[in-house]
């Protein structure tokens, strides 16, 4: 059974960086993983999706140029490098890894019933 978790979140002043790390247990291979946010004015929304295969990958407009995602197969880890923060990144932010899902990663829209979730780390961005 697969089963992830997040760790990396924490405080930061504006402009400043965390990086969060998804670890991804059990036998299945997912074609696609992401990480997500959510919050009470915006609900649950896209940031970053990464092709485990190609590990090329996609990502939201808010966060193009300031976040990376990247993973290292072998150790079975989704990472989530963020940038020069804003406070209107303030979020949960959630990892998902996809089951199943045979489409391009670009248009993946995890399910909250059949694709696996993390339980959350928070990330608060204020001065």
């Known amino acids: 059974q697969v089963q992830l978790a997040e760790s990396g979140g924490g405080s930061v002043q504006p402009g400043g960086s965390l990086k969060l790390t998804c670890v991804v247990t059990?036998?299945?291979?997912?074609?696609?993983l992401g990480w997500f946010r959510q919050t009470p004015e915006n609900g649950r929304e896209k940031v970053a999706i990464?092709?485990?295969?190609?590990?090329?990958?996609y990502y939201a407009d808010s966060v193009k140029g300031r976040f990376s995602i990247s993973l290292d197969n072998s150790k079975k880890q989704v990472f989530l490098q963020m940038t020069n923060l804003k406070p209107e990144d303030t979020a949960m932010y959630y990892c998902?890894?996809?089951?199943?899902?045979?489409?391009?990663?670009?248009?993946?829209?995890?399910?909250?019933?059949?694709?696996?979730w993390g339980h959350g780390t928070l990330v608060t961005v204020s001065s």
């Open positions: 998902a890894a996809d089951i199943g899902y045979g489409g391009d990663c670009a248009d993946w829209s995890p399910n909250y019933t059949v694709d696996k």
């Open positions: 059990g036998n299945y291979i997912s074609n696609c």
């Open positions: 990464i092709n485990s295969d190609r590990g090329r990958g």
